[in-house]
């Protein structure tokens, strides 16, 4: 019964492939909890800042930052969080797809790009592609730390000081919740306007020692703030998007069980059926 001893094969194959996708779903599940706290913890640092942020654009200061200030737009410069590892369905690739998009958009207007890598998956992913990939760090662990970021900002804020790139945007998966990751693409310099700001004020802060370093000071934490928090919510979709994934594997390692089983049982029933028609068919030759 070779076909039977084949089928019993593909099943010990499968169950022992459903074994290490439970086995995966339930680390994620465990991690998941953890990691919505850390994003969770770190929202009310950003928002602080964004607020702030918000009324230092409203003043009416006689220093101009250049995070400020838009000007044309010959080359662009994206930072991009993924993730270290796969078996997160198709989290990764669905931002990557969006981004595709975008950069061909700012390509076909003349306009290059750079690309600086958070995690394994975006630095691999862009090492094949026509852009410059300027920097890239990975392996930045279940809870990254500031520091960890700070390298691959810098090259990107530097390029934006020196006047080799003229905007600055974030990629991101934002955690919706724990079905749901969107990829968001937010734009780090200049900082947008506020959307609430109709008309600045009259006032302005009183800056010690001067206004621009201040300034430069508080918006380079600024966009240190949001490129962390990008990296938690993406940590945090990344667990949510395994744990989903490899769920559905084991539902559909499960179906498969079944369905080769059915299968076993009906060639098992077969082979049966022929050694007795083969017994009944010799005795009544004798």
Do not use: C
């Not at 998941?32 to 928002?47: E, G, H, L, V």
């Not at 390509?107 to 592609?129: H, P, S, W, Y």
């Not at 001067?210 to 962390?228: K, M, N, Q």
């Amino acid at each position: 019964m070779a076909g039977g001893r084949e089928i019993k094969t593909k099943i010990k194959s499968v169950q022992n492939t459903r074994k290490v996708t439970r086995a995966l779903e339930m680390v994620s599940a465990s991690k998941i909890r953890k990691a919505q706290d850390r994003m969770k913890a770190s929202r009310p640092y950003a928002n602080a800042m964004k607020q702030l942020i918000g009324h230092l654009a409203q003043a009416s200061s006689e220093f101009q930052h250049p995070y400020l200030v838009e000007r044309e737009v010959k080359r662009v410069g994206y930072i991009v969080a993924s993730s270290d590892r796969g078996l997160a369905g198709g989290l990764n690739n669905n931002m990557f797809r969006k981004l595709l998009g975008e950069i061909r958009a700012w390509q076909d207007k003349g306009v290059q790009v750079d690309v600086v890598t958070i995690g394994q998956k975006a630095t691999v992913f862009f090492r094949r592609l026509k852009v410059d990939m300027v920097a890239s760090v990975t392996h930045i662990g279940d809870t990254p730390e500031v520091e960890q970021l700070v390298g691959i900002i810098k090259v990107m804020l530097d390029g934006y000081n020196d006047g080799r790139v003229d905007r600055v945007f974030l990629a991101y998966n934002h955690f919706v919740n724990t079905m749901v990751q969107k990829a968001s693409f937010d734009q780090l310099l200049p900082l947008p306007a506020a959307e609430t700001q109709v008309v600045k004020h009259d006032w302005d802060y009183i800056y010690e020692p001067d206004a621009e370093s201040v300034l430069g000071h508080v918006l380079t934490r600024y966009i240190e703030s949001l490129v962390y928090q990008a990296v938690m919510e993406n940590v945090a979709s990344e667990h949510a998007a395994r744990m989903v994934a490899m769920k559905s594997a084991s539902d559909n390692a499960t179906k498969l069980i079944d369905t080769l089983k059915l299968v076993y049982n009906k060639a098992r029933q077969a082979a049966i059926t022929q050694e007795i028609s083969e017994i009944v068919g010799g005795a009544a030759a004798v």
